[in-house]
């Protein structure tokens, strides 16, 4: 069982958790190293796997993402590792290449990913116990089936970041402090 004191902390998790949008990407073109650490900054404060060199050149290698230009990764391709790495413990990548190819159809790039930022923000904050409800009808999308389809996914990437901090947690409560001799 969380005590008070854990279910605190683990809302200080997500208390400042903010994903930079669309416009607030580097589109100077940041390199492959540059990249990962640029992502994972955001996204190990909530306890996010790590993403790393090997597997964002696989994600290239696999056409998951478009190559970069020139070896270096503009404001579209962070967009998509971003996504990847947030969704990739709750999706399989050909799912995430399909919810990437259903959001073309409807929703520009900026568009997707603001919503995506957005709801994940919300979603966290009511998972993790920061609001008592989700807020309804956020971003700049219009109501339709994709829209619903990606709240979906960020609803059960917000309840799985959540699974794995209370684990997180539970382990360290186990943990007996060690004893000086």
């Known amino acids: ?14 208390a400042d958790f903010r994903l930079p949008r669309y416009q607030e990407l580097p589109d100077v073109g940041l390199y492959l190293e540059q990249v990962a650490k640029y992502i994972n900054g955001f996204l190990e404060p909530v306890g996010c796997a790590e993403i790393t060199t090997s597997m964002i050149s696989n994600y290239v290698k696999k056409g998951f993402i478009p190559s970069p230009q020139k070896k270096q990764y503009d404001a579209d391709r962070i ?20 919810l990437f190819e259903m959001q073309k159809e409807s929703y520009t790039l900026p568009m997707a990913y603001d919503y995506f930022c957005v709801e994940l923000e919300n979603m966290l904050a009511y998972v993790f116990g920061l609001k008592d409800e989700p807020d309804r009808n956020l ?3 219009p109501v339709s089936a994709e829209k619903d389809f990606l709240r979906n996914v960020i609803i059960s990437v917000s309840h799985s970041m959540y699974l794995t901090a209370c684990f997180s947690a539970m382990k360290q ?6 004893t000086e001799r």
């Open 79 to 98: 967009a998509y590792l971003l996504f990847i790495a947030v969704t990739k413990n709750v999706l399989s990548l050909e799912n995430i290449v399909a």
């Open 173 to 178: 409560e186990k943990i007996p402090e060690p």
């Open 1 to 14: 069982m969380l005590d008070k004191n854990v279910k605190q902390q683990l809302r200080g998790l997500v």
């Open 139 to 141: 971003g700049v999308l």
